[in-house]
């Protein structure tokens, strides 16, 4: 028993720190390596809130897919995830329509 954990021990010790990283829907891999990530089991839109307060960059996973928002103000940030209604908040203050709209990354 005792090598066994002295084994599995040795493995984590030995195995790489890997980042998480998603896909936008656009097919742009993000890091999420700096984001504050939490998952969301309230809202029946949004499934994942991930924030980066120093580069104010939202990633938010809907309907199994993630989109990012650059931008986004911490206070905003704030707001949605203690909003009442999140999906409602965030399709009201956050979602974009269409390219090049509010909160547009760019290319």
């Known amino acids: 028993m005792v090598r066994a954990l002295a084994l599995l021990l040795a493995q984590l010790a030995a195995a ?22 939490r998952d969301i089991s309230r809202s029946t839109v949004l499934q994942r809130v ?6 104010h960059d939202l990633v938010v996973a809907t309907g199994g ?3 990012r928002y650059c931008g986004v103000a911490a206070e905003t940030a704030d707001r949605l995830l203690g909003a009442p ?3 409602q908040f965030f399709n009201q203050n956050i979602k974009r ?11």
């Open 16 to 37: 790489p720190i890997v980042s998480e990283t998603v896909e936008t829907g656009e097919r742009r891999r993000i890091d999420l390596a700096t984001f504050e990530c």
């Open 50 to 55: 991930c924030y980066d307060r120093a580069h």
């Open 65 to 67: 897919s993630y989109a």
């Open 85 to 87: 209604s999140m999906g």
């Open 97 to 107: 329509e269409a390219p090049g709209g509010r909160y547009d990354c760019g290319a």
